[in-house]
Protein backbone atom coordinates (compact mmCIF):
# COMPACT_ATOMS: atom_id res chain seq x y z
CA UNK A 1 0.00 0.00 0.00
CA UNK A 2 1.41 3.40 -0.85
CA UNK A 3 0.76 5.37 2.73
CA UNK A 4 1.77 8.46 0.95
CA UNK A 5 -0.62 8.44 -1.33
CA UNK A 6 -3.45 7.43 0.83
CA UNK A 7 -1.57 10.44 3.27
CA UNK A 8 -2.30 12.57 1.02
CA UNK A 9 -5.60 12.33 -0.37
CA UNK A 10 -7.00 12.01 2.97
CA UNK A 11 -5.13 15.25 3.67
CA UNK A 12 -6.63 17.32 0.62
CA UNK A 13 -10.14 15.64 1.46
CA UNK A 14 -10.11 16.58 4.87
CA UNK A 15 -9.39 20.48 3.43
CA UNK A 16 -12.12 20.01 1.36
CA UNK A 17 -14.29 19.27 3.68
CA UNK A 18 -13.33 22.20 5.81
CA UNK A 19 -13.93 24.32 2.58
CA UNK A 20 -16.92 23.16 1.94
CA UNK A 21 -18.24 24.26 5.34
CA UNK A 22 -16.42 27.63 4.90
CA UNK A 23 -18.41 28.13 1.59
CA UNK A 24 -21.06 29.85 3.31
CA UNK A 25 -18.74 32.58 4.72
CA UNK A 26 -18.53 36.03 3.56
CA UNK A 27 -16.24 35.78 -0.16
CA UNK A 28 -13.79 38.38 0.54
CA UNK A 29 -13.03 36.78 4.11
CA UNK A 30 -12.03 33.39 2.34
CA UNK A 31 -10.18 35.23 -0.43
CA UNK A 32 -8.15 36.89 2.32
CA UNK A 33 -7.96 34.02 4.10
CA UNK A 34 -6.95 31.64 1.83
CA UNK A 35 -4.30 34.15 0.10
CA UNK A 36 -2.99 34.02 3.83
CA UNK A 37 -2.77 30.55 4.26
CA UNK A 38 -1.52 30.02 0.92
CA UNK A 39 1.67 32.86 1.46
CA UNK A 40 2.31 30.66 4.85
CA UNK A 41 2.67 27.49 3.00
CA UNK A 42 4.94 29.00 0.84
CA UNK A 43 6.88 30.78 3.46
CA UNK A 44 7.17 28.42 6.24
CA UNK A 45 6.53 25.06 4.28
CA UNK A 46 7.74 25.04 0.65
CA UNK A 47 10.45 27.80 -0.12
CA UNK A 48 12.68 26.59 3.21
CA UNK A 49 12.38 23.13 1.32
CA UNK A 50 13.21 24.14 -1.82
CA UNK A 51 16.51 25.95 -0.16
CA UNK A 52 17.63 23.02 1.66
CA UNK A 53 17.20 20.94 -2.22
CA UNK A 54 18.87 23.29 -4.39
CA UNK A 55 19.86 26.59 -2.69
CA UNK A 56 19.38 30.33 -4.01
CA UNK A 57 20.27 29.80 -7.61
CA UNK A 58 17.92 26.89 -8.54
CA UNK A 59 15.29 28.96 -6.34
CA UNK A 60 15.16 31.82 -9.03
CA UNK A 61 16.07 30.02 -11.96
CA UNK A 62 12.56 27.60 -11.16
CA UNK A 63 10.64 31.18 -10.03
CA UNK A 64 11.12 32.41 -13.16
CA UNK A 65 10.26 29.36 -14.81
CA UNK A 66 7.23 29.14 -12.95
CA UNK A 67 6.15 32.83 -13.57
CA UNK A 68 6.71 31.66 -17.53
CA UNK A 69 4.50 28.72 -16.79
CA UNK A 70 1.96 30.64 -14.81
CA UNK A 71 1.12 33.37 -17.77
CA UNK A 72 1.11 30.24 -20.60
CA UNK A 73 -1.51 28.80 -18.37
CA UNK A 74 -3.31 31.60 -17.37
CA UNK A 75 -3.35 32.98 -21.12
CA UNK A 76 -4.66 29.42 -22.70
CA UNK A 77 -7.27 29.32 -19.98
CA UNK A 78 -8.27 32.93 -20.54
CA UNK A 79 -9.17 32.14 -24.46
CA UNK A 80 -11.27 29.06 -22.89
CA UNK A 81 -14.81 29.84 -22.17
CA UNK A 82 -15.04 28.02 -18.93
CA UNK A 83 -18.13 25.96 -18.33
CA UNK A 84 -20.35 28.40 -16.43
CA UNK A 85 -22.17 31.75 -17.51
CA UNK A 86 -21.10 33.93 -14.91
CA UNK A 87 -17.23 35.84 -15.13
CA UNK A 88 -17.26 35.55 -11.25
CA UNK A 89 -17.79 31.86 -11.48
CA UNK A 90 -15.30 31.58 -14.19
CA UNK A 91 -12.54 33.20 -11.91
CA UNK A 92 -13.31 30.64 -9.48
CA UNK A 93 -12.93 27.62 -11.69
CA UNK A 94 -9.64 29.33 -13.23
CA UNK A 95 -8.10 29.68 -10.06
CA UNK A 96 -9.40 26.07 -8.56
CA UNK A 97 -7.83 24.48 -12.32
CA UNK A 98 -4.65 26.32 -11.66
CA UNK A 99 -4.07 25.22 -8.48
CA UNK A 100 -5.08 21.94 -8.72
CA UNK A 101 -2.37 21.94 -11.83
CA UNK A 102 0.44 23.27 -9.24
CA UNK A 103 -0.16 20.77 -6.11
CA UNK A 104 -0.24 18.43 -8.53
CA UNK A 105 3.54 19.42 -10.02
CA UNK A 106 4.74 19.80 -6.36
CA UNK A 107 3.58 16.16 -5.09
CA UNK A 108 5.28 14.52 -7.72
CA UNK A 109 8.80 15.23 -6.10
CA UNK A 110 7.32 14.87 -2.49
CA UNK A 111 6.75 11.20 -3.56
CA UNK A 112 10.06 10.50 -5.21
CA UNK A 113 11.71 11.66 -2.06
CA UNK A 114 9.19 9.35 0.16
CA UNK A 115 9.80 6.33 -2.57
CA UNK A 116 13.01 6.47 -2.54
CA UNK A 117 13.47 6.61 1.49
CA UNK A 118 10.94 3.65 2.16
CA UNK A 119 11.34 1.53 5.31
CA UNK A 120 13.42 4.39 6.60
CA UNK A 121 12.47 6.76 9.86
CA UNK A 122 12.64 9.78 7.64
CA UNK A 123 9.77 7.81 5.43
CA UNK A 124 7.00 7.90 8.32
CA UNK A 125 7.82 11.58 9.49
CA UNK A 126 6.90 12.03 5.77
CA UNK A 127 3.84 10.45 5.54
CA UNK A 128 2.70 12.34 8.61
CA UNK A 129 4.03 15.44 7.29
CA UNK A 130 1.88 14.97 4.01
CA UNK A 131 -0.87 14.02 5.81
CA UNK A 132 -0.62 17.00 7.59
CA UNK A 133 -0.12 20.07 5.33
CA UNK A 134 -2.45 18.58 2.25
CA UNK A 135 -5.18 19.75 4.58
CA UNK A 136 -4.48 23.65 4.34
CA UNK A 137 -3.79 22.91 0.74
CA UNK A 138 -7.48 21.24 0.28
CA UNK A 139 -9.08 23.94 1.93
CA UNK A 140 -7.25 26.38 -0.55
CA UNK A 141 -7.78 24.02 -3.73
CA UNK A 142 -11.84 23.03 -3.36
CA UNK A 143 -12.96 26.50 -1.44
CA UNK A 144 -13.09 28.35 -5.53
CA UNK A 145 -14.22 25.22 -7.05
CA UNK A 146 -16.91 25.35 -4.25
CA UNK A 147 -17.78 29.12 -4.70
CA UNK A 148 -17.95 28.03 -8.20
CA UNK A 149 -21.32 25.73 -7.89
CA UNK A 150 -19.01 22.20 -7.86
CA UNK A 151 -19.84 19.78 -5.45
CA UNK A 152 -19.05 16.06 -4.30
CA UNK A 153 -17.57 14.33 -7.52
CA UNK A 154 -15.36 17.66 -8.33
CA UNK A 155 -13.93 16.81 -4.61
CA UNK A 156 -13.31 13.28 -5.03
CA UNK A 157 -11.75 13.86 -8.77
CA UNK A 158 -9.43 17.05 -7.69
CA UNK A 159 -8.52 14.59 -4.50
CA UNK A 160 -7.32 11.90 -7.01
CA UNK A 161 -5.86 14.65 -9.56
CA UNK A 162 -3.72 15.66 -6.69
CA UNK A 163 -2.62 12.24 -5.24
CA UNK A 164 -1.44 10.71 -8.70
CA UNK A 165 1.84 12.41 -8.37
CA UNK A 166 2.57 11.41 -5.28
CA UNK A 167 1.95 7.56 -6.19
CA UNK A 168 3.64 7.89 -9.66
CA UNK A 169 6.60 9.57 -7.96
CA UNK A 170 7.07 6.92 -4.94
CA UNK A 171 7.12 4.09 -7.38
CA UNK A 172 9.86 5.99 -9.44
CA UNK A 173 11.82 7.12 -6.20
CA UNK A 174 11.64 2.82 -5.50
CA UNK A 175 13.38 2.02 -8.37
CA UNK A 176 15.72 5.04 -9.36
CA UNK A 177 18.61 4.87 -6.70
CA UNK A 178 19.78 8.30 -6.86
CA UNK A 179 18.53 11.44 -6.00
CA UNK A 180 18.43 14.82 -8.08
CA UNK A 181 18.05 17.53 -5.32
CA UNK A 182 18.74 20.53 -8.15
CA UNK A 183 16.13 19.05 -10.13
CA UNK A 184 13.34 18.31 -7.41
CA UNK A 185 14.09 21.90 -6.24
CA UNK A 186 13.50 23.16 -9.90
CA UNK A 187 9.79 21.52 -9.91
CA UNK A 188 9.08 22.44 -6.20
CA UNK A 189 10.16 26.30 -7.36
CA UNK A 190 7.82 26.50 -10.57
CA UNK A 191 4.91 25.14 -8.11
CA UNK A 192 5.32 27.70 -5.60
CA UNK A 193 5.85 30.99 -8.54
CA UNK A 194 2.45 29.57 -9.57
CA UNK A 195 0.65 29.27 -6.51
CA UNK A 196 2.31 32.68 -5.37
CA UNK A 197 1.05 34.23 -8.82
CA UNK A 198 -2.69 32.73 -8.64
CA UNK A 199 -2.79 33.96 -4.50
CA UNK A 200 -2.01 37.48 -6.20
CA UNK A 201 -3.28 38.11 -8.83
CA UNK A 202 -6.84 36.10 -8.71
CA UNK A 203 -7.27 35.37 -5.20
CA UNK A 204 -5.90 38.79 -2.90
CA UNK A 205 -7.08 40.59 -5.93
CA UNK A 206 -10.98 39.70 -5.77
CA UNK A 207 -10.77 39.92 -2.16
CA UNK A 208 -9.88 43.70 -2.25
CA UNK A 209 -12.23 44.24 -4.98
CA UNK A 210 -15.71 42.92 -2.73
CA UNK A 211 -13.76 44.69 0.66
CA UNK A 212 -10.85 46.84 1.03
CA UNK A 213 -6.80 46.65 1.28
CA UNK A 214 -7.08 47.00 4.72
CA UNK A 215 -9.15 44.53 5.46
CA UNK A 216 -7.74 41.84 3.04
CA UNK A 217 -4.89 42.61 4.27
CA UNK A 218 -5.79 41.63 8.42
CA UNK A 219 -7.63 38.75 7.45
CA UNK A 220 -4.51 37.06 5.02
CA UNK A 221 -2.43 37.96 8.32
CA UNK A 222 -4.71 36.22 10.01
CA UNK A 223 -4.28 33.19 7.77
CA UNK A 224 -0.13 33.60 7.52
CA UNK A 225 -0.26 33.30 11.56
CA UNK A 226 -2.93 30.10 11.25
CA UNK A 227 -0.24 28.29 9.19
CA UNK A 228 2.44 29.17 11.23
CA UNK A 229 0.63 28.09 14.40
CA UNK A 230 -0.47 24.92 12.93
CA UNK A 231 3.21 23.50 11.09
CA UNK A 232 4.45 24.80 14.88
CA UNK A 233 2.23 22.97 17.09
CA UNK A 234 1.91 19.97 14.13
Given at each position: ????????????????????????????????????????????????????LGGWGVFFVGAIAGITLFR???????????????????????????????????????????????????????????????????????????????????????????????????????????????????????????????????????????????????????????????????
Open positions: MDYGAFASGLGIGIGGIFAWIFKGVQQSFIYALCTGLIIGLLAFEMIPESLRCIHHSLDKVTIITRSPQKDIFVRTGIILTISISVHNFPMGFVLGSNIGSELAGAMVLTLLLHNIPEGIIIFTPLFLSGFGILTWMLCTMVVTLPIIIGSLLGQFIDISFPFLLAFIVNITISIILMVAIQEIFKESIKQSSWMYSLIVGMVGVGGIYLYLTLS
